[in-house]
């Protein structure tokens, strides 16, 4: 079946510039993670929706990141005013239901480059 | 959840056996271990996790000590297709008590499997 898809996959931006980004989950998979990977590092997380409810933004950096997930399945992650150091890759992860292995499938994220 | 400590980097001969460590001495009683890795230009993977018995998988074995302080991800028969960056990642699982759900990656091991 298909995995987690994200959109774009490539997204440059001038400093200033709003961006939007998606993700589409695994059909059927309630809990959603969106991580920020800058180079050379590994992920770190941004925030977590279990269906639509946003249970955990602990990880955004500023009041400039935004996601949303209106009816559980798509989310968007939404940078307003982007600067330079939001340049990085932008993973998102679903995870179904039940606590078996607790695994998260994640997309091929979008790479996000601000002039 | 705990932090734990990884080599930046290994090499391994194609065909033969990866013994990637990892250091997770203040590791809790309900803590798991898991591992991911990250082919270039792709999303983390699950591989596999554990509390305390070792496991093992189509993709891998997890040894874990005894004292749970430190495990070993075997590759059994790595091949080119294996050259990632391996995350070992300590968390609590979902349903228990103070549990999360979001992974904590570190800077991982970049594992170089060559012919």
């Known amino acids: 079946g298909a995995g987690v898809s994200q959109s774009p996959r490539y997204k440059v931006a001038k400093r200033g510039q709003d961006v939007a980004l998606r993700c589409d989950p695994i059909s059927g998979h309630v809990s959603l993670f969106w991580y920020q990977q800058a180079l050379g590092q590994g992920p770190e997380f941004l925030t977590y929706?279990?269906?639509?409810?946003?249970?955990?933004k602990s990880g955004l950096p500023s009041d400039r990141f935004f996601a949303e997930r209106p009816e559980g399945s798509v989310s968007t992650l939404k940078i307003q005013r982007t600067q330079q150091e939001d340049s990085a890759v932008y993973l998102c992860?679903?995870?179904?239901?039940?606590?078996?292995?607790?695994?998260?499938?994640f997309g091929p994220g979008t790479r996000l480059t601000v002039l | 959840d705990a932090k734990t400590t990884q080599p930046p980097s290994m090499d391994c001969a194609e065909g033969r056996a990866a013994n990637l460590p990892c250091n997770h001495s203040?590791?809790?009683?309900?803590?798991?271990v898991y591992w991911y890795r990250q082919i270039h230009s792709q999303g983390p993977q699950y591989i596999i996790h554990?509390?305390?018995n070792n496991e093992t998988n189509e993709m891998a074995s997890l040894i874990i000590t005894e004292d749970r302080k430190s495990s070993t991800l075997i590759l059994p028969h790595a091949t080119l297709r294996d050259t990632a960056v391996y995350y070992c990642?300590?968390?609590?699982?979902?349903?228990?008590?103070?549990?999360?759900?979001?992974?904590?990656f570190g800077t991982g091991t970049q594992l170089k499997v060559e012919l």
């Open positions: 929706f279990q269906n639509e409810a946003q249970l955990d």
């Open positions: 554990g509390l305390k």
């Open positions: 203040t590791i809790s009683g309900n803590e798991y």
């Open positions: 992860a679903s995870s179904p239901p039940g606590l078996a292995t607790n695994e998260q499938f």
């Open positions: 990642i300590v968390r609590v699982a979902p349903g228990v008590t103070g549990g999360g759900n979001k992974l904590t």
